[in-house]
């Protein structure tokens, strides 16, 4: 249901935010919104959108949202008649890879339909940019040498990097058969504010606050490489503003580190001991290392990480101390009511 009828200023962008409400989208909803764009944001509020998120910013003139599924292609279709719309930016994704195990089905739907209905939109309705925020889990998992580059072959090894890879190929397609404008990006790990509980470091924070065991995979040595979920959003924004279609650029921030090391890092910020760290049997086809070379969106569009993992991981930890209740409510799924209480039951 749409949140109000919308009046368009027609001197600004309007850009179409797809999964706005869920932690990288928020982001950048709230980092970007100050621009002079008008931006229509569409979220399903599924159990990682939230629209606390975005409170601060949602009586924002040039902010609109709408709840919906990308793969339905009628509501989509109106959001873009009614307001104009001139690019899409496609956040909207189920992305956990535990999830995508137990039952594959909604990541199919989202992330394969979802991306397809948006594609067949962009197509009909000459959207004049389309940005794929896709992930480096396409690419499998390296050795203990070496970084993907986007030359990397494509060989995703979960249901999960399966249905984003899926994705990657749609827009690719659409690109040399249709000749839309059209990129990917490709992004490590990302941590900072407004994380869903459920992945790692979010996780091992609220549980150590809470003296619970803090469950490692193996044998903790999998490395991942991290980034600001900031930069990463800096990153998006230098690819829509100048990418080129058809590309797809990789955002990292050499930041690699083994699962362990993450998870004791945090302890050690928080002053607990190592005692609660708990091994746990290994996620299946849980892949090995992650790393990005970035040196493309560094050449060709000037973008540079700029925040350092150790400030950055603090300061991660200072926000979600300083935001318990948003924790709480996510977690006890209370953060729902907000959502009822401003829009009702639709």
Known sequence: MYKNKMVVLEAKENILITGG???????????????????????????????????????????????????????????????????????????????????????????????????????????????????????????EIGKFTELTPISPNSPYSASKASADHLVMAYVHTYGINAMITRCSNNYGPFQFPEKLIPLMIMNALNNKELPVYGDGMNVRDWIHVDDHCSGIWAVYQNGKSGESYNIGSDTEKTNIEIVKLILNILGKPESLIKYVKDRPGHDRRYAMDSSKIQELLGWKAVINFDEGIKNTVEWYLNNLDWCNRIIDGSYMEYYNLQYGNN
């Open 21 to 143: 409400c869920g932690f990288i989208g928020s982001n950048f909803i709230r980092k970007y919104i100050g621009r002079n764009i008008n931006i229509f944001n569409v979220d399903d509020l599924t159990y990682a959108g939230n629209l606390e998120n975005l409170k601060e910013i949602e009586e924002k003139e040039n902010y609109h949202f709408f709840k919906g599924k990308i793969q339905d292609k009628e509501f989509i279709k109106q959001i873009l008649i009614e307001n104009n719309i001139d690019s899409i930016i496609n956040f909207a994704a189920e992305s956990h890879v535990d999830r995508s195990i137990i039952d594959s089905a909604p990541f199919i739907e989202t992330n394969i339909k979802g991306t397809s209905v948006l594609l067949d939109l962009t197509r009909e309705f000459n959207i004049k940019k389309y940005v794929q925020v896709s992930t480096d889990e396409v690419y499998g998992s390296l050795g």
